[in-house]
């Protein structure tokens, strides 16, 4: 992490400083996307969205680190316990814990008054993907993704500030982190097949004639199916719609947090395009947003930065009680001595 987002911060303590770089490293590495949309946050910011992701992203990866068999759910339980354990004693200030992403994340939650609760719901959902490899309906799926996804955008909301009462904007702050998720679930099918999971929902599958076993011989056999398609294409519709369920929030963010999630929302967004645009063709590759695509939204969220930072300076002035002038000397008056 710069220097100039920890001093911006207020982060001097030289282990916490190191924390936080940790968590801007896995940040840069593995969330592209999200990471790019933060650099448009204001710098004192930013430190606290690393570690926020950062946390998440050293959970998910336990949970990812090895494949389906028994004595690898074991192992991640276990590391997952352990993390689990990090977690609490950092949040309870309890002093001796060493691993970086919980110091961070400590941090950041006494420094923005964030709701512990969230942080226990995204470790509950961690150990869910332990044992869960499918949901039977969309509702049990939302229901994980309330750990998963919805408390993310719980846990950032009082980073990025609101101009509305928190809680009219925390429905739509979830959502948001439900549709991103949504989006990573449709990107990974093929992936996440290989892991052992499905995250499309059954019903939805057999709607169309699909179900779990003909995702696997489409993945195996590298064969579109027209059953599947169908699933992939509904799968992507009700995502949309959950984008529509957060538009509302981005303008009740705070104005310079504005530039930021709206970045995220269309890049994100974009990802679905480049699915459709790929021919649905999850199961056996990974669709990509257009380097010239990410380098545009870049561009006008940074556009929409200055603007929202003008606009912010502008009422900082015009708030500003103005000195009066000092008024015309008396000339009969006498001058007083220190003056002289």
Aim: proline share 7%; glycine share 6%; net charge positive.
């Amino acid at each position: 992490m710069t220097a100039r987002e920890l001093d911006a911060a207020g982060i001097t303590d030289p282990v916490l400083r190191a924390a936080y770089d940790r968590c801007r490293e896995l940040n840069a590495a593995h969330g592209k996307t999200y990471f790019l949309a933060t650099r448009l946050l204001p710098a004192e910011h930013r430190p606290a969205v690393h570690a926020l992701y950062g946390f998440a992203r050293w959970a998910d990866d336990i949970v990812d680190s090895a494949g389906p068999s028994t004595d690898d759910s074991s192992l991640r339980g276990a590391r997952l316990a352990a993390l689990q354990q990090h977690l609490h004693s950092g949040l309870r200030r309890q002093d001796g814990d060493d691993e970086p992403v919980v110091l961070a994340l400590a941090d950041t939650a006494r420094r923005y008054a964030i709701d512990h609760r969230h942080f226990h719901d995204f470790m509950t959902a961690m150990r869910s993907d332990l044992t869960v490899t499918d949901y039977p309906t969309y509702a049990d799926l939302r229901a994980y993704m309330h750990g998963s996804a919805a408390v993310i955008g719980l846990q950032m909301l009082p980073v990025l500030g609101t101009v509305v009462p928190p809680g009219e904007a925390e429905p739509h702050a979830a959502a948001l982190g439900v549709a991103f998720q949504l989006t990573n679930f449709l990107r990974d099918v093929g992936e996440d097949l290989d892991r052992g999971r499905v995250y499309l929902p059954a019903d939805l599958l057999a709607a169309h004639g699909a179900d779990r076993e003909l995702l696997r011989r489409c993945r195996d056999t590298g064969r579109q199916d027209r059953r599947a398609l169908a699933a992939l294409r509904e799968f992507e519709a009700l995502t949309r719609r959950v984008y529509e369920e957060a538009r509302p929030g981005l303008a009740m963010l705070a104005p310079v947090s504005r530039p930021c999630i709206r970045t995220a929302y269309v890049l994100y967004g974009s990802i679905l395009d480049a699915v459709a645009r790929d021919g649905y063709a999850v199961l056996h590759r990974r669709a990509v947003v257009p380097r010239r695509r990410r380098a545009a939204v870049a561009a006008d969220g940074l556009v929409r930065l200055a603007a929202a930072r003008l606009r912010h300076r502008g009422r900082s002035a015009a708030v500003r009680v103005p000195v009066p002038p000092t008024p015309p000397a008396d000339p009969t008056r006498p001058v007083p001595k220190e003056v002289v």
